[in-house]
Nanobody
């Protein structure tokens, strides 16, 4: 079965950096785009960054452009994917539960599209 496991969340101060990691195992044989989404209580889940199945195509939501970098570390392994997101100059507005997701198709930041989701990792930024 497919397992999606995020790690790296925590409590940080504004202006600091943080690196989130995600490992997805057990995927059926296909090309998967991977993405990070985030959600705060009372608000809709929003796309943060995504990376295409080859690890080259990358898209970012406007609020994180220039500060977050998404990377796919082993695109040649279609059943076991490792992804990370380096977050720099984090601010209180970045506080949220961050979710890793995979989609058997092209990269998208639409939260309705992923096929698999992780349980999330909490990022809390103090000012």
């Amino acid at each position: 079965r497919v397992q999606v496991v995020e790690s790296g969340g925590g409590l940080v101060q504004a202006g600091e950096s943080l690196r989130l990691s995600c490992v997805i195992s057990g995927l059926p044989d296909y090309d998967y785009a991977m993405a990070w989404f985030r959600q705060v209580p009372g608000k809709q889940r929003e796309g943060v960054a995504c990376v295409g199945w080859a690890g080259e195509a990358k898209y970012y939501a406007d609020p994180v452009k220039g500060r977050f970098t998404i990377s796919l570390h082993n695109p040649e392994n279609r059943s076991f994917l490792e992804m990370s997101m380096q977050m720099k100059n984090i601010g209180p507005a970045d506080s949220a539960m961050y979710f890793c997701a995979a989609r058997a198709s092209y990269c998208t930041l639409d939260p309705k599209e992923p096929d698999y989701w992780g349980q999330g990792t909490q990022v809390t930024v103090s000012s």
